[in-house]
């Protein structure tokens, strides 16, 4: 790791001002993945501005919606007792991330903006288009038992590993920015970008923005959410498939339906057509199975990883199995 600069900052507005007037600057809260980054070689920077003092890490449920501080604690997230109430995909999203250890320290917009597990990406003896466009990507036709079956391209075919983002993605979550421009809100769906010919931009973000907070709207659907994570080991370990899950019926049928996948997508996978399959339907192992299908429909599964297209179907047939009683 090459040497670099330290700056604490004191409100929002601050952090934002010195990353405009400090060219190669990084925002750092728990810098679980930021330090590895840089340690590796996969990112490098010449100042971090550490954000821990800004007063945005308070956690708020209030009647219409949920307020999380980007410097938030995973743990602190997972456990606040109104999430585990209102929103318990979210609490089981982030109970199911890394460790015990890493959630103690890990803050809310550093797992958001958390790079991919490939190891592609991570190897700096590999050439990769993520980390250094037009170097190729290995994967197309290498190790690729991890990488994505949706919205890949031929630059890319990793999969964002965050958990939580998946579980944000299915309950219509916003993130608010503060940058040179002010402040705004991006709807998550609208967060995480395609890789297309651009793999090495990843989200909507615009230079020197910062994290202020995730807001998500309270709802019914959000009271009856789940998320079921498919892993190779019980701990400290990316999802190979995911499902975050919300559910309203009337009787058999679906009233209401939300649906994320991780572990499938170079971004949290939500698919707006297979929602509206459900909708309407008795909710059965035929409309499930029906729905299933129309998930993968444009998937493009590579020799190594074709078993997640009929993993991700039964995880959404457990998870939905679940949630509407079918079990």
Request: charged residues 20%; hydrophobic residues 40%.
């Given at each position: 790791?090459?040497?670099?600069?330290?700056?604490?900052?004191?409100?929002?507005?601050?952090?934002v001002r010195i990353a405009a007037s400090t060219p190669g600057s990084a925002f750092v809260a728990g810098g679980t993945d930021l330090?590895?980054?840089?340690?590796?070689?996969?990112?490098?920077?010449?100042?971090?501005?550490?954000?821990?003092?800004?007063?945005?890490?308070?956690?708020?449920?209030?009647?219409?919606?949920?307020?999380?501080?980007?410097?938030?604690?995973?743990?602190?997230?997972?456990?606040?007792p109104g999430v585990r109430r209102e929103f318990p995909v979210l609490s089981q999203a982030l109970l199911a991330s890394a460790s015990?250890?890493?959630?103690?320290?890990?803050?809310?917009?550093?797992?958001?903006?958390?790079?991919?597990?490939?190891?592609?990406?991570?190897?700096?003896?590999?050439?990769?288009?993520?980390?250094?466009?037009?170097?190729?990507?290995?994967?197309?036709?290498?190790?690729?038992?991890?990488?994505?079956?949706?919205?890949?391209?031929?630059?890319?075919?990793?999969?964002?590993?965050?958990?939580?983002?998946?579980?944000?993605?299915?309950?219509?979550?916003?993130?608010?920015?503060?940058?040179?421009?002010?402040?705004?809100?991006?709807?998550?769906?609208?967060?995480?970008?395609?890789?297309?010919?651009?793999?090495?931009?990843?989200?909507?973000?615009?230079?020197?923005?910062?994290?202020?907070?995730?807001?998500?709207?309270?709802?019914?659907?959000?009271?009856?959410?789940?998320?079921?994570?498919?892993?190779?080991?019980?701990?400290?370990?990316?999802?190979?498939?995911?499902?975050?899950?919300?559910?309203?019926?009337?009787?058999?049928?679906?009233?209401?339906?939300?649906?994320?996948?991780?572990?499938?997508?170079?971004?949290?996978?939500?698919?707006?057509?297979?929602?509206?399959?459900?909708?309407?339907?008795p909710l059965t192992a035929q409309a499930i199975a029906e729905a299933g299908r129309l998930l993968l429909r444009d998937a493009r599964?590579?020799?190594?990883?074709?078993?997640?297209?009929?993993?991700?179907?039964?995880?959404?047939?457990?998870?939905?199995?679940?949630?509407?009683?079918?079990?």
């Amino acid at each position: 790791m090459r040497a670099f600069g330290y700056t604490v900052a004191g409100s929002p507005a601050d952090a934002v001002r010195i990353a405009a007037s400090t060219p190669g600057s990084a925002f750092v809260a728990g810098g679980t993945d930021l330090l590895n980054l840089m340690r590796d070689g996969a990112q490098a920077h010449d100042h971090l501005i550490d954000v821990n003092h800004l007063g945005i890490g308070e956690i708020t449920a209030g009647a219409a919606r949920l307020r999380v501080g980007a410097a938030a604690r995973m743990r602190q997230v997972a456990e606040h007792p109104g999430v585990r109430r209102e929103f318990p995909v979210l609490s089981q999203a982030l109970l199911a991330s890394a460790s015990p250890q890493v959630r103690n320290m890990a803050s809310i917009g550093g797992n958001l903006l958390q790079r991919t597990r490939c190891g592609y990406f991570r190897d700096q003896a590999s050439p990769c288009n993520k980390r250094s466009p037009g170097s190729g990507c290995p994967a197309i036709g290498g190790h690729n038992r991890g990488h994505a079956v949706l919205g890949g391209s031929d630059h890319c075919l990793a999969t964002h590993p965050s958990d939580l983002a998946v579980a944000l993605t299915a309950l219509d979550a916003t993130v608010h920015l503060l940058g040179p421009g002010g402040e705004r809100a991006v709807p998550v769906a609208d967060f995480y970008l395609l890789p297309g010919a651009t793999p090495d931009r990843e989200t909507a973000m615009r230079p020197g923005e910062l994290i202020t907070r995730v807001e998500v709207p309270r709802t019914a659907l959000a009271g009856r959410s789940r998320y079921l994570k498919l892993r190779d080991r019980a701990t400290f370990e990316f999802a190979v498939v995911s499902v975050a899950a919300a559910l309203r019926t009337r009787g058999r049928v679906v009233q209401d339906v939300r649906l994320a996948f991780g572990g499938v997508g170079t971004r949290p996978w939500r698919d707006p057509g297979v929602e509206a399959a459900l909708r309407g339907r008795p909710l059965t192992a035929q409309a499930i199975a029906e729905a299933g299908r129309l998930l993968l429909r444009d998937a493009r599964p590579r020799e190594g990883n074709t078993f997640k297209a009929e993993l991700v179907q039964r995880a959404l047939a457990s998870i939905l199995g679940e949630l509407g009683g079918l079990r």
